[in-house]
């Protein structure tokens, strides 16, 4: 009890940093607007659920934006990014079409997978991002078959894998970090730890709490990070990815953090309190975070700011309206995407 009682403390209150650790003012306003960006378009998503216009699972990403953001800001051109069903944010970071994204989740013929993937399962080669899994812990062997591809092909590519506390108590999530130790593969492990996977705590899920440690049987090094800072993650995937990129083999990152709605659209999130939640929202924002930083530096204030929120919102706006005026696919399509086509 006394361990567990420690773990929330530290979840509640643990400290950050307070200046910008090297991030210009471009880089901070840039992530700002992309962090402003997740979470609009997740209330967006959210509003749209409650209306009947998103059928199925919707898991929204807000709380956990400077995750997506941080790590999307080390990435190279041919870098991968695959991660669970919580993925709409990776969607917009790694650069596909808002539009395109509220078309998938309403199941719209202007969808990125042509209203056939749904909230959990849409994905953009050319974004380099690989999905959007529904099934738990599966993206793990699945990202490390794309360490294992750019291994291969010598192309100096990374795999950034990310998967929840939940996922980490898979069994094919240790066979992946084996395969990955063992041949040396550039793949970086993003452990989103949001405390609760699907409503259970970590303290009861987990005999070892402190996931960043879980490779340590396959001699994979790994680090905590505070995931609600955008400037921490950045500088931890860095390292991460230039362990993995220069053939030192997999890195794995746990990443802190918190999302402030349930598990999914239908889950009441009853196994906490809201003085919990509020007290995150409160004191480590990962939003208001950054605001606090430009603000302290004096490189935005509150109208350049709110000119930021105001155009993302109309960007929000769009997307949703394109949904609603996209047509249904037509029922061809069912027949489409099963079999790649093999070049003769």
Known sequence: MARQAAERKTRKAAARPTDEGGASRDQLLAWYREMLLIR???????????????????????????????????????????T???????????????????????????????????????FSTE?????GHGI???????????????SYRGNGNVAFAFFGDGAANQGQVYESFNMAELWSLPVVYVIENNQYAMGTSIERSSSETHLFRRGASF????????????????????????????????????????RYRGHSMSDPAKYRTREEVEEVRRNRDPIDHVQELLA?????????LKAIDADVRAIVADAAEFARISPEPDPAELFTDIYVGVAR
């Open 127 to 131: 974004a380099g991002f690989f999905g």
């Open 40 to 82: 609009r378009f997740e209330e967006r998503a959210g509003q749209l659920y409650g209306m009947g216009l998103i059928g199925g699972f919707c898991h929204l990403y807000i709380g956990q934006e400077a995750i997506a953001v941080g790590v999307q800001a080390v990435r190279r051109p041919g870098d991968q990014v695959i």
């Open 219 to 258: 001699r994979i090094p790994g680090e905590e990070v505070d995931g609600m800072d955008v400037i921490a993650v950045r500088d931890a995937a860095a390292r991460a990815a230039e362990h993995a990129r220069s053939g030192k083999g997999p890195y794995i990152l746990e990443m802190k953090t918190y």
């Open 296 to 304: 302290a530096k004096g490189w935005a204030d509150e109208a350049a």
């Open 84 to 122: 669970g069903y919580r993925d709409h944010g990776h969607m917009l970071v790694c650069g596909m079409d808002p539009r395109e994204v509220m078309a998938e989740l309403t199941g719209r013929a202007g969808g990125s997978s042509r209203g056939k993937g749904g909230s959990m399962h849409m």
């Open 136 to 150: 738990v812990g599966a993206q793990v062997s699945l990202g490390t078959g794309l360490a294992l591809a750019n």
